[in-house]
């Protein structure tokens, strides 16, 4: 039998790279061929930490590096797809950049061009933003009414997902935090930054009127390698629709006065300050907490307290 397939797409982001991480801990007990595309910079790190990978450079606007995923990788047995315009600000600016990268129209027609293309399981990354913020706790049968460009881009790809392929799991995901990845990425880490600030004994600028549910990147490895585990081993149609946050709703102020108290910083620094009173170039709902119960109850995982993971955040910072 040959072995299994597992393909990241956006495998040089935050979350792609956690997840290589997590899959090449368990390729000695479990083999498996894993692949990762990469579009904006070559993966040197991660060649380096992650030898047994395949790197394929891919552009999802026109789908071109697909091919040779096919000639080269064959069809993958799981596509785990964290690629996408994620920046509000930037998917605002560029509406039709956001549609082009954030639906995975490309993927989705590559896939469908195996001839027995029912045997890969998508597990697609969407967003917290999808839901207005006009309330507390979300639940995924909730009408989903972004408020800005990047929440309707992340809607458009789950409806074009559940109209265009049969078995994917989407997530929507709230403030992925944790430790830095092998290849540091770009993109500043809400804890790393809070931490970075109040170390200097600079003020802090935190909103004490948007709340999320910050999910520890870990638990989101966590999750999405039980999906895998089980659409490998019971092969059954899947269908599932996920929020994925943490087990806190937190505001921005909390966030802030967490990293404060676990550092011992003066928690005098962080200045409450209401949303509405910076201009972000970018509608931002106001309280999109989501209600979990349907992804403990589906996969029995219970995500990691928020003040728990930024202990396990700044302490794997520490010993780097």
Known sequence: MSAKKVLVVGGTGYLGQHLLQGFSEIQATTPFA?????????????LLAFPTSFAFHVDLKTGLGFDSISQQFGQPDVVVNCAALSVPRACENDPDAAISINVPSSLVNWLS???QSDNTLLIHLSTDQVYEGVKSFYKEEDKALPVNVYGKSKVA???????KWSNFAILRSSIIFGPQTVSPVPKSLPIQWIDGVLSKGDKVESFYDEYRCPVYVKDVVAIIRT???KWLSEGKKMQLLLNVGGPDRVSRVQMAEAVAQIRGYDSSLIKPVSASSVDRGVKSPADISMDITKLVQKLNICPTPFKDGVELTLAAEASM
Do not use: K, M, R, V
Not at 34 to 46: A, R
Not at 157 to 163: D, Y
């Open 34 to 46: 894993l692949g990762f595309t990469y579009n904006s910079f070559p993966p040197q790190h991660l």
């Open 113 to 115: 061009s195996f001839a």
């Open 157 to 163: 790809a789950e409806q074009f997902i559940s109209e």
């Open 227 to 229: 999906l895998i585990d």
